[in-house]
């Protein structure tokens, strides 16, 4: 078999020597579509030898339809481009097989295309391979997309991957869906920093994994509270390559515990502090005196109150307490602490910026502002306010021995006349 097809091509016996043990089909084709040359593999796929395929055209090998298929590969590499590409065929024992086609222009000796080259290499297993990766890659983005929980994938310098359907809806992304490489600190809007400890951590390999609970805004303004799962990606020396948090909304949870712990520490009539919170406060006031300043305590009784309830009912005297707990909020500082200790009996602590004459000024304002009219229930009703104080220093810094002294200095002001301030130590 010599250089006969007008191809240029070297003698066959250089083409068996070179096509033998490459493990692919090889054939040459001339412009008319007819085999010139072709290996044993080649033949092999035709269940035939090579003397009786060379000379045979691709319409009586391949057949009309598979003619079709591939003629538009082959009208390409006779323009001059190298083609490649992958078809599922079936081999010679009948089951179907993924092969890589590469077809390359043959030239003769005057540079003109006389031809291709077609070679056909068994990929199969990689095939399939890919298709199994590609097939779990496409479920696990599925169940990440459907996952309630956001699902964020970082690189090592925390820009973003990947993010879940879930990620951008609970981010508050759906109208500025963040590109590609967008760096995620930039995409929340927090002052918190401990995602970015927590993130740093795992930059640092100081940490595989790591859970942390921060709060972030969403551009319209709505605050979320959020649990974040990371975990650091390494290659085999170690190196993070990629990280990935899994988000969880916890607003919900932690609506849930702020109601419960105002329920706890306020007064379910009036919102102020109860008891138990304020004496939680004025133990941490007195604790911090140690290191300079001082507290005031203002002990309230109303004047006038039992007479209200006795003849509107409870639902007027209800009211009036709520109508002195606002009194008192609005005539004290902001910062000073307000509670109501139970009945009619109503406590102001002041620990900030105190000094002498700051208990009687603001005690002077809370009388001012209670004994003005108050509209109940479509009556005009009055009440007064005895204020007993006591203070830290002089007295002992104690919540009982203060609490005990301001009683007894509000009792000292009832029996002077009520609507008074008395100061516990004061002679009565």
């Known amino acids: 078999m010599a250089s006969s097809f ?7 016996v250089v083409l068996d020597v070179i096509t033998r043990d490459t493990g692919a089909t090889v054939a040459v084709v001339n412009r008319e579509l007819q085999v010139v040359y072709c290996n ?13 395929v060379v000379g045979k055209t691709l319409d009586d090998l391949y057949g009309t339809a598979d003619r079709i298929r591939f003629m538009p590969f082959v009208e390409r590499v006779l323009m001059g481009e190298r083609v490649e590409y992958q078809r599922l065929l079936h081999n010679p024992y009948g089951a179907e097989e993924w092969r890589t086609i590469c077809l390359t222009p043959a030239r003769n000796a005057a540079g003109e295309i006389a031809g291709f080259i077609t070679s056909a290499l068994d990929v199969h297993e990689l095939q399939v391979s890919r298709a199994a990766l590609r097939a779990a890659n496409q479920r696990l983005s599925s169940h990440m997309d459907n996952s309630p929980l956001a699902v964020l ?29 967008s760096y995620l600190p930039d995409l929340l809007r927090t002052t918190d920093q401990r995602l970015g400890q927590a993130l740093e951590r795992l930059q640092q390999g100081r940490e595989a994994q790591n859970r942390v609970e921060t709060c972030f805004l969403r551009a319209d303004g709505t605050e979320i509270h959020a649990e974040w799962f990371n975990s650091a990606l390494t290659d085999a020396q170690g190196r993070v390559t990629s990280l990935m948090a899994l988000v969880q909304d916890v607003s919900d949870r932690v609506q849930v515990a702020r109601q419960q712990e105002h329920v706890a520490n306020h007064d379910a009539l009036t919102g102020l502090y ?7 406060q004025l133990r941490r006031a007195l604790a911090a005196v140690r290191h300079g300043g001082g507290v005031a305590l203002l002990f309230i009784d109303l004047d006038g109150f039992k007479r209200i309830n006795d003849e509107q009912g409870h639902r007027a005297g209800d009211e009036v307490l709520r109508i002195v707990a606002q009194r008192l909020a609005g005539a004290v500082r902001e910062g000073d602490t307000v509670a109501r200790l139970g009945g009619d009996e109503f406590l102001v602590m002041l620990d900030r910026n105190l000094t002498p004459e700051e208990p009687q000024r603001i005690g002077q304002r809370i009388i001012e502002a209670l004994n003005q009219p108050m509209g109940v229930d479509g009556h005009t009703v009055r009440v007064g306010a005895s204020i007993g104080v006591a203070m830290h220093p002089p007295m002992k810094g104690e919540i009982e021995v203060l609490m005990g002294a301001a009683d007894q200095a509000m009792y000292a002001a009832k029996r002077n006349g009520k609507g008074q301030l008395c100061y516990a130590g004061a002679p009565a």
């Open 40 to 52: 044993d593999e080649y033949a092999r796929w035709f269940e035939t030898t090579r003397d009786q």
């Open 6 to 12: 007008a191809l240029g091509l070297p003698d066959g």
């Open 153 to 181: 994938e970082m690189d090592q310098a925390l820009r973003l991957l990947h993010c879940s359907e879930r990620a951008i809806q609970l981010m508050g992304w759906e109208s500025a869906v963040p590109a590609h490489g």
């Open 274 to 280: 109860n008891r138990a919170a304020f004496h939680e």
